[in-house]
Nanobody
Framework: QVQLVESGGGLVQAGGSLRLSCTTS????????MGWFRQAPGKEREFVAA????????DYADSVKGRFTISRDNAKNTVYLQMNSLKPEDSAVYYC??????????????????WGQGSQVTVSS
């Protein structure tokens, strides 16, 4: 059973930065591509960013492009989401997820096999 454990969320002022981490156990971390999603109250879960198994390719939602950076360290079984220039509209519960399908399906939450418990990010204005 694969477990994803997130850390790094919290409260930050607009314009500030946070870094989320997601560490896995169980199945080999490099076997799956990783993604970050977020869900604000009353809204659907939305794609934020994804990274290939090797870390050689990344993808971002337009709303975070240029502000967020996804990276991974396969030796540490960890994926990161560096969030800069945060805005109040970035406030949400952030989830990391691991997928075993092809990377081309990365933007759909249904194509991920494993999920973290979620980490709250709150950006004050």
């Amino acid at each position: 059973q694969v477990q994803l454990v997130e850390s790094g969320g919290g409260l930050v002022q607009a314009g500030g930065s946070l870094r989320l981490s997601c560490t896995t156990s169980g199945r080999t971390f490099s076997s799956y591509y990783m993604g970050w999603f977020r869900q604000a109250p009353g809204k659907e879960r939305e794609f934020v960013a994804a990274i290939t198994r090797s870390g050689g390719m990344t993808d971002y939602a337009d709303s975070v492009k240029g502000r967020f950076t996804i990276s991974r360290d396969n030796a540490k079984n960890t994926v990161y989401l560096q969030m800069n220039s945060l805005k109040p509209e970035d406030s949400a519960v952030y989830y990391c997820a691991g997928g075993l399908a092809v990377f081309g399906t990365r933007r759909s939450s249904t194509n991920y096999n494993y999920w973290g418990q979620g980490s709250q990010v709150t950006v004050s204005s």
